[in-house]
Every structure is written in C-alpha cells, then in structure tokens.
C-alpha cells in the first residue's frame, strides 16, 4: 500500500454513504473467502460460461483480483484491499471457461450486463492483441452510461492489449488473463 502511496488518497476520498459496485470480469470467486465476505453482491452474479447464477472460482484469479480491490483492512487476514475503508461491492461475472479462454462475446455481454446491473467500475484483468468490435461497443456504452472501465495493459513492454487501448478503457498494470 505504502509503494501505490494508497494512505494518501485514502486521506483524500470522504466516506462513501452507498457502496461502489465493482464488477470483476474474470474467472469467478470464491464466494466464501473469509477476507471478501460482506463485499459480494450475490443478487445479480453471473456465470457467462455456464449462464447460470453461481460463477464459482475455477483457478483464483477473479477471487485474487477482487481482494486487490476490496479485500478487508486491519483484519490480520488475507491481504488488504486498496479501498480501505470505502464501502465497495463486487459484482463477480465469469466469462472464463475451464481453458482459461475468454470469449470476446462473453466478455462484451458481461460489460452490458455489469452496467446494466448497476456498476459504477467493470474490471477487466485480461486483455488481447485483437481488437474485437464488440468490446469495442461494449465498452462505449458502458462511458455512455457512466461506468469506468478499467483493463489490464499487458503483461510485458509490448503494445498495449485490448480492450485496455480503447478510448473510455484506462489501463491498469496486471497480468491479462487470457
């Protein structure tokens, strides 16, 4: 926390009175992760793969990612998310199959759906070197309706991937997925 100086906009954000909803699109979690417990909106999770209700972790990837996120603080457990003590949500929307292989279909429906559901942050922790005018679209309408897309800019000193590229889409430091 200290190296991303977190302290110091944690001293600057005043106290949200209604959570942030932060969708991850990623590979599910672990719903029953004790440092992530209270800060997972179960109403509304969804598994693209499997197109039900329950998008169970398949490898930790989405579990890690949303504890980077919102992990709970100053509990001795686990690691501490960079909101601190803001109230956060995390919406868990799966779009990774068992091959760890991300459809550009899924990831686009995921992005509709997430703004659709109410999230103001969509996590993109994957990314690719092939444009995909669906995630294009996808994540202009998500700018369109006021949600901030955040995507992974890759994972070596290479051309920044996609869907981090697009307009509307910062790119975040991490590893993609996929």
């Known amino acids: 926390m200290q190296k991303i ?24 979690i672990d719903f029953y992760h004790e440092d992530l417990q209270g800060r997972i909106l179960s109403d509304g999770a969804w ?4 197109n039900d209700n329950y998008p169970l972790e398949l490898d ?13 603080t100053d509990n001795a457990t686990g690691i501490a998310g960079t909101v601190s003590g803001q109230k956060v949500q995390i919406l868990p929307l799966r779009v990774f199959d068992l091959n760890r292989y991300a459809d550009t279909y899924l990831v686009a429906q ?12 969509i996590n993109l922790s994957l990314g690719s070197s092939q444009y995909s005018q669906a995630v294009a679209d996808a994540v202009a309408y998500a700018g369109e309706h006021g949600a901030v897309v955040v995507a992974a800019a890759g994972n070596d000193s290479g051309p920044v991937s996609y869907p ?5 889409a910062p790119a975040h430091a991490g590893a993609p997925a996929g």
Do not use: C
Request: proline share 7%.
């Open 164 to 168: 981090a590229a697009l307009p509307h």
């Open 110 to 121: 995921a992005i509709y759906y997430a703004v659709d559901h109410g999230a103001q942050v």
């Open 47 to 50: 598994d693209f793969v499997l």
């Open 5 to 28: 100086n977190a302290p110091r906009a944690w001293d600057r954000m005043a106290p949200n009175q209604d959570p942030v909803i932060v969708a991850v699109v990623d590979t599910g």
């Open 60 to 72: 930790g990837h989405g579990t890690a990612v949303s504890g980077v996120i919102a992990a709970a």
